[in-house]
C-alpha cells in the first residue's frame, strides 16, 4: 500500500473516531472488553500490555481495571 494511502486512512479513521460522543466511546470500550472476555486465551494470561489512548482510539481502561482486579 502507498504511503500516501495510508495516511488518507489513517486520518479518516481519526476522524470517524472523534466523531463519536463520549458514550458511543465508552460502549465501545465496554465491548472490547466483554470481547476479551469471551476468548480463551485471554483467561490464560498472566501478563498483558496496553497503551494509553491517544487522539480518540479505543480507552483500554475497562479491560485494565478487569486485569488488575484478576492479577493480571
Known sequence: ??????????????????????????QSAEGCLQRCRQLQVF?????????LAN???LDPSAIIEFCWQHNI
Do not use: K, P
Open 43 to 51: 483467561e490464560q494470561v498472566s501478563t498483558l500490555a496496553c497503551y
Open 1 to 26: 500500500m502507498h504511503a500516501n494511502n495510508r495516511q488518507t486512512l489513517r486520518q479518516h479513521f481519526r476522524q470517524m473516531r472523534n466523531q463519536l460522543s463520549a458514550e458511543q466511546q465508552q
Open 55 to 57: 487522539d480518540g482510539e
